[in-house]
């Protein structure tokens, strides 16, 4: 993914990942990923695309947890030892109590998603429908005439 088309810079990934790496840490076995360490913001990032609400809620939290971070530890977020990770991350989710639940859903789903920890689990890396059908990605121009027509009901 592109910087451009990032909806979080660098320094908030960098956050992010260590946020997600608190929700989801790795295991102490070293098998299963921490899901900042696999990847998942990169889901999250795409999901901000998507949608404005939850974008400024992510980034409002990275906002006051890197000041946070900065005021009372000295360091930027991404720069601390896990346990004052885990303080700051706690400070702030008592402030800002939607960030961490908003986070959590698609942390979740971007991380039971990835191949390497489904492969960790003991599980195919493959979609969960029979054996894994791929699906071509579905071209929008092919609803072009339906849309054309307009509406053909009406409001009740």
Known sequence: MSEATNRFSAEQHAALAGVLDLLIPPSRDGRLPGAGEVGVGARIDAVARGDAGFEGLVAAGLAAL???ARASLGAPFADLAQ???LAALQAIAAEHVAFVPALLFHTYAGY???G???E???LEARPPFPKGYTLE???ESLLARVKSRGK???DA
């Open 120 to 122: 960790a689990l003991g």
């Open 112 to 114: 039971y998603q990835e």
């Open 83 to 85: 346990d004052a990770r």
């Open 66 to 68: 890197e000041a946070h």
């Open 152 to 154: 053909l009901y009406r």
């Open 116 to 118: 390497r920890v489904l």
């Open 137 to 139: 990605p579905f071209d």
